[in-house]
Every structure is written in C-alpha cells, then in structure tokens.
C-alpha cells in the first residue's frame, strides 16, 4: 500500500490543479463530451482506490489499533463520508475478491461507481451469489444495458 500512496497523491494534486483552473469550456457538444468522460474516468479511478484502500486496511487489520471495528468503519470516520457510502464500497471489494470478470471490467474502468454497487448488492444476496458467479458476463450485460432503475428492477426478480 505505502508504494501506491505517491501515485495517489500525485492524482490529488493533479485533480487540484484542474479544479483550481476553472470550470472548463464547453462550447461544443463534443466538448462537452469530452469533459463527462474525463470527469467520470477520474470519479472511477478514485472509487478503485477507494475499494483497494479498505481491502489494504482490512488485510493488515490496522483498523483495529485505530480503535475501529472494520476497515469500513475507518474509512467511514476518517474519510468523513456516510457509513452507506462505506458499506457501498466495501460491498464492491467482496464482489471483485471473488467475481474474476467482474474485476477485470471494473480495473479497465469500464463499469460505473453505482453500477458497481448495483453489482454488489445482487452479489450479497446469498440466494443468488452462485448464479451471479456463474453468470457474471450477463449481469454485466444487464448493467450497462439499463439504467440503474431497470437493472434493480431485474435484481428485485431474481431475488
């Protein structure tokens, strides 16, 4: 993890010099196309990190002698961020530890932050964890396919 930790802040300081330039001009459709993608590339990338810090917490149960329950928890604390949005992200690293195509879709940045989750969720559910395991490719098919409404809709079913 301390290897990582350069990278990481060298992206925060990066991502400070582009917000500190401005709002970016959009005069163009293409434009402003260009600036969502660039947009949500960076809020993915920073949702990897996120997940791979609580599993590098986890692992070395240095949550403990900080006086926290779970890696969740102190991420949660220290990240001043909603415990949902910690249990969000932890439930997307127990998907990725065991879902193999569901990571590798996930590491090339090709899957939303709430379609992750979306993810996630199905994968929790223990009636249907076998299933979701054996058929990663078609729930991934269904999450970008349909929107998020659509695909918790057809979760909800299988449930």
């Not at 459709?29 to 993608?37: F, G, K, V």
């Not at 070395?60 to 249990?87: L, N, T």
């Not at 193999?100 to 939303?112: A, G, Y």
């Not at 559910?125 to 659509?150: C, D, H, I, M, S």
Request: net charge positive; aromatic share 6%; glycine share 2%.
């Amino acid at each position: 993890m301390s290897a990582v930790l350069p990278y990481l802040q060298q992206a925060n300081s990066s991502l400070t010099e582009a917000v500190a330039a401005g709002v970016p001009s959009v005069g163009s459709s293409r434009q402003a196309i260009d600036s969502i993608e660039a947009a949500e590339r960076a809020r993915r990338l920073a949702a990897i990190a996120a997940v791979d810090v609580i599993d590098a917490i986890d692992s070395s149960r240095s949550y403990y002698d900080h006086g926290h329950a779970s890696a969740k928890v102190m991420y949660a604390h220290i990240a001043e961020v909603a415990p949902a949005e910690a249990f969000r992200l932890d439930q997307i690293r127990h998907m990725i530890a065991e879902a193999k195509h569901i990571d590798q879709t996930w590491r090339r940045v090709k899957l939303s932050v709430d379609k992750a989750a979306l993810l996630a969720k199905a994968f929790a559910n223990p009636r249907t964890r076998n299933l979701f395991l054996l058929e990663q490719r078609w729930f991934l098919k269904q999450a970008k396919r349909y929107g998020v409404k659509t695909t918790r809709q057809e979760d909800r079913q299988l449930a």
